[in-house]
Nanobody, 121 residues
Framework: QVHFVESGGGLVQPGGSLRLSCTAS????????MGWYRQRPGKQRELVGT???????NYADSVKGRFTVSRDNAKNKLYLQMNSLKPADTAVYSC???????????????WGQGTQVTVSS
């Protein structure tokens, strides 16, 4: 089981910045990928950006050049730096981890509870 602490959401004006943080804790689970996903009002959940334990990143086209995903492997901490925010970025942002359950050698993924980001003037 993995437990999450997410923080950093809130209300920001268009063009502003926010930084989200997510700490994943637990035992018996080896994380190989961490990422952020979001669910905009009336839409399905979608990828924002992911980062592997080796540092390789992947971003949705809609956020490339504006958002940056980073992580601290030693602390299982994930960050999302969001710049040049737009009203269309308004969503619930959730932390996701993918990895291997040590006892079964099976792949698994876990989700954080989500944090609201609202971009509005």
């Amino acid at each position: 089981q993995v437990h999450f602490v997410e923080s950093g959401g809130g209300l920001v004006q268009p063009g502003g910045s926010l930084r989200l943080s997510c700490t994943a804790s637990g035992s018996g689970f080896n994380i190989y990928e961490m990422g952020w996903y979001r669910q905009r009002p009336g839409k399905q959940r979608e990828l924002v950006g992911t980062i592997t334990s080796g540092g390789s990143t992947n971003y949705a086209d809609s956020v490339k050049g504006r958002f940056t995903v980073s992580r601290d492997n030693a602390k299982n901490k994930l960050y999302l730096q969001m710049n040049s925010l737009k009203p269309a970025d308004t969503a619930v942002y959730s932390c996701n981890v993918k990895g291997v359950v040590v006892s079964t050698a099976r792949l698994a993924e876990y989700w954080g509870q989500g944090t609201q980001v609202t971009v509005s003037s």
